[in-house]
């Protein structure tokens, strides 16, 4: 008889320049591999609906929603958490603008806002005001911390642009 | 520990999820233990040699034997423990709360008011919180009293144990203990030119002391480490992912446990089919009472066995959001809380103008981005519970009933959380994992969905708000009655001087769960009366503000109303087509609030933008002014979403809009410049400030989109879509 929940396996991850393996249904979300079957618990789970930001992971350096990505559409790419930002004992910039600006309270949406932020910088070092409300949009803070995590990235593109 | 009760403070009325029966009812078959109590001896052999010091609350046991400030303790530890602290042989000092951080940045503050007092630096402080068996008890993180009441008990077993390392200091030296110094985690010696650390003193102690009245503590004009803007303690911790919440809480073996929801609000089970749940390996099925859950390998095989039950229920039919209103109206029960002076009739007859006005608040959610959560492990007949929580006890209470277990069985831990808002009183969570976890076998974790979240936790209580008022010809207040349906009673009370007032509380057998919610009933009562007030100053045809500080004699808040109003530019700002002015604010839990706000209305297209905020806000000396600010600009954004667009919608027992896709919350886009006022008063105590600053929020806006079109808003949220011409 053909299990009741069978599909296909996923045994490789590329996560923050490593390569895990594992064994996960393809339907599962990457949020939950990542947090369950990983350990890398910095991602967080907001809603599971793509709404609120708290996921988001970088997947070849584009900001995604990975509690409505499922694992199997991942692949060989690379993935980015939160984890993965700290290189050597120094924070990433935007760590680092986000702790100096105290860019948080309960701090539950700030890994979803850094790294959504992270893609930002990215692709524009050097955004206005409103592009970057207007790209931090998908990102929910609860705590409304918002005018200061306008004021990290801020930061951060500044740090970025003098050295 | 200790497990008498704090002396007593009346709890609000609208706090009704204190007052809940249990969610579910078990079969009772847990052991018995008992609860812990330790003797002094004991107690140093775990928590390792140095120096404890315990603040005894008000009738403490040996307090009364002893008739004493403080006392050594030689045996038992004393019961009725406020908080404690620890300095241990390597320096560390280690501070024992009941208190919960779930952002409102108390972890830090707390470490402020510890360090002040014993003179050490900052980050020699480590606090434990939340603990059921490490820390004393205490009903719970809420109603802004961490900082009037923890902050004081912290700050004063503090200044015990600096007390206590320079009497050993001066023994050791044999010099008065008058000639020494204590500062920077050192006791020196100026004559002699000596000094030693504190550890150095604690190493090979076994020294116990209690406290039960206030040592005179150091005034805030002094303060070197509170009144600062230390930064947040763990914060690198946050950005780097590294903070473990509830919900991330990981168990060796853990399994991922759902529960069953019913089709709505107080169906009953009829049916159940599970078999094809309970066949898929590693899938345990509880079906208890009312209880139906299941525990799997990973949370997707948990949704898969959760939806692959048949169940059949019993639903009634029951009212929507449409009919709310009407229905809080018919059924109040008669009032409460009733507050009565002068003769309003008579005043209301003379009055020069009268204004008689209905405002409705719908019921709202908190949407803490960290819903609940709870990891349970069995083991030897105890239960030890990761969850969420603003008050551990209760819910190791709710646990040790559930089960049938002594509380000293139960422990529950609470790691800094995702937020609660007053929403994370209760312990569903925790009760289903525990129940989960003891028939697995193994611990299981479960973690609420958002539309769980939505749907099954409680309500900030909707409400009708009636009053009825008069002024003289001068705009003197005359008349004042105000009756509140079912939303709360919290600041019903007019701070604004009136001879001949009526205020009333009217509860209602709410359709929906409802519970506590960030500031409670006092956003409601502040949104009715400070909208009433403009309108009042209308009819008077006087300035808003003039009309606010002829009526007031509280010179508190009559300054944050005048700073506020100054820092905005009241008065002096023009004024573009479309634009308008307002101001909101109040007396609520020891903070005083003014706020002040501009909108912007299209009427063509019928959007409503808030432009820029300013709120002045007194809370007694300020603890720490870069985490104050975080709150009152945090505190007000969450207003936004009450005061313009949020609400719950509900029809025959389910929630309609239980997505954050259907639910509106404030994001980036909503947030205009919100500009602080903090007026410290070093001269006052200092009062709790994460709930007071939210309330100013939505009577300023509504009375700036009067200002602005005429049109006056009596309910809440004010423009779900819009104000279209």
Redesign the interface.
Known sequence: MR???YMPKVTELHINGRTYALQA?A???LL?VL???L???????????G??G?CTVLIDGNPRRSCITKVGAVGAKSIT???G??KNGR?HPL??A??DA?A????????GM?LTAVALLDSQPNPSEDQ???F??G????????????EAIQRAAAASKKS | MSDERQPEFSVEPERYEFDAGPVYHFDKTGGIGSPLALGRREFFKIMGGGIAVFLVLREGHGAQESGRRSFPIEENLPKNIGAWLHIGEYGVVTVFTGKVE????IRTSLSQAVAEELHAPLEAIQLVMGDTQQTPFDMGTFGSRTTPTMNLQLRRVAAAARDTLVEIAAKAWKVDASKLVAADGRVSDPAAHRSVPYEVLAKGQTLAQAIVEGDPLTPATQWKIEGTSA??VH??D????????P??T?LPGML?GKVLRPAAFGATLTALDAA?AQ??PGVTVVHDGDFVGIAAP????AT?AIA?IHAEWKTSPQISNRELFDYLKKNAEPGRERDEKGNVEAALASAAHRLEETYTVEYIA??????RAAAALWKDGKLTVWTGTQRPFAVRDELAQAFGLASGSVRVIMP????G?GGKHTGEAAVAAARLAKAAGKPVKL?W??EEEFTWAYFRPAGVIEIKSGIGTDGTLAAWEFHNYNSGAAAIGTPYEVANQRIEFHPVHSPLRQGSYRGLAATANHFARECHMDGLARAAQMDPLAFRLKNLKDERLKDVFKAAAQKFGWGQSPKSPGHGFGMGGGFEKGGYVATCAEVAVDRSSGEVRVVRVETAFDCGAVVNP??LR??I??????GLGGALFEAIEFADGRITNP???QYR?????D?P??EVVLIDRKDQPSAGAGETPLVGLAPAVGNAIFDATGVRLRALPMVPNGLKA
């Open positions: 299990p009741l929940f249904d339907d599962e979300s939950s947090r369950d079957r350990g890398l618990t910095g991602s967080k789970y907001g809603c599971g609906e709404q609120c708290a958490t939160i984890e930002l700290e924070l760590q680092q986000f702790l105290e948080l309270q309960c701090g539950y949406c700030t890994s850094i970057i409300r207007h931090m949009q990102n929910i803070c609860r705590c409304g911390t918002y005018p200061r995590i306008v | 779930i952002g409102q940045n930064p947040k914060g690198r946050f950005v780097t992912g590294r903070h473990t919440f919900a991330d990981i991922f094809a066949a898929v990973s949370e997707l095989e898969r692959a908190r949407v803490p981005l960290e819903p800094d959380m995702g937020s808002y973690v969905t958002r870069n985490g975080n709150q600009v945090g505190a007000n954004i969450m997505h954050l896709a919350v404030p994001r980036f886009s947030t410049p919100i």
